[in-house]
């Protein structure tokens, strides 16, 4: 019998074996990563595990004994070198071929780099995805080191708050005029951006990297975009990723901001798959790819269903998180084409939500040390209601009291 083969050992592609065997799915399964570690967590690398405060065993996202016990061959340290769409063939780097019944393309996505040209090459440049990457700067965060992050997304506020909280002397630099500028809003960023100078680290907006330079072969000085120059001892880029689409690309399958799915999470080739960071999917009359440890299990597990002819369409929830120093920050919805914040004080000190609206309607809340604000905009944000804005904006009216409009339609699913 052809097995299953999951291309990606990663959040999704576990998700997408464990629920294909909870379904009764009997089917040999073949798991494929290319890490010679077993699936693991990744948020906590450039949290707890790069504080020192988590072990590498706890990482792991199950027991070894897991896959043994659910007949999922694990293949680890492995690289697929192409996939062969027409035959279902998974072919890896030693030149083995594997006919497959079905493939799931689960390959996440690959952080992008600073080029070679401007020193990205030298030692002592790192940037922050995978176990490899935290192993490879562990040695680096020793008190008063100096630190130059590039990037002021939420990578780089996470790798920013680690070295500041450990003792290092932290510079960041953002190319854009504020922090956050992609993903929050500009309250959100300045929050943000408060809190990460009130533990010494130096923020410079509106202005980027011209070029590294190194002694030996190591960096050792950056020259800024503004003409300045810091003396670093390492730097952490944060600039963003991109899809993992190199084998879906080559195989012929079709790709828009990532592998093409339909709602099930089938791509343009039958009995090909794909699910995670690197697949993009209809969503609200829109067509969006999410970068989440959520959307990687529930649309893993969306695609094992429909794999086995049991799916519905995947309807995504998105929400999000980033721990920054004593800070929990969560994400429910999508701000995406908001035209106004409302901003809503806690009911302790310090704490603090954003709530997007486009018109009247609730898109999304960034709550700061607030889940009582988080819990309760990602339930009318799923049940498609919306509050009134200015009985929100009132923090003498409890949120439970804040009344509702009724519930509004969605978007009909882009194709």
Known sequence: MKPIVIVGAGQAGLALAAKLRALGCETPIKLIGAEPAPPYQRPPLSKKYMLGELERERLHLRPESFYAENAIELVTGTCVAAVEAAEKIVVLDNGTRIPASHIALCTGADPIRLPKAIGGDLAGVHTMRNLADADAMADEFRPGARVLIVGGGYIGLEA??????????????????????RVACVETAAWFKALHESHGVDIREGGGLSELKGQDGRVTRAHLSDGTDIDVDFVIVGIGVRPGVALAETAGLAIENGIRTDAFGATSAPGIWAAGDCASFPHKGCRIRLESVPNAIDQAEAVAAAMLGQGAPYVAKPWFWSDQYDVKLQIAGLNTGHDRVITRAGDKPGTVSHWYFAGARLLAVDAMNDPRAYMTAKRWIEAGQSPDAAALADPATPLKSVPLAAPQPELAEAP
């Open 160 to 181: 920013a708050a680690v070295a500041a909280a450990k003792g290092l002397r932290v510079t960041l630099v953002e190319m854009a005029p504020r922090l956050l500028a």
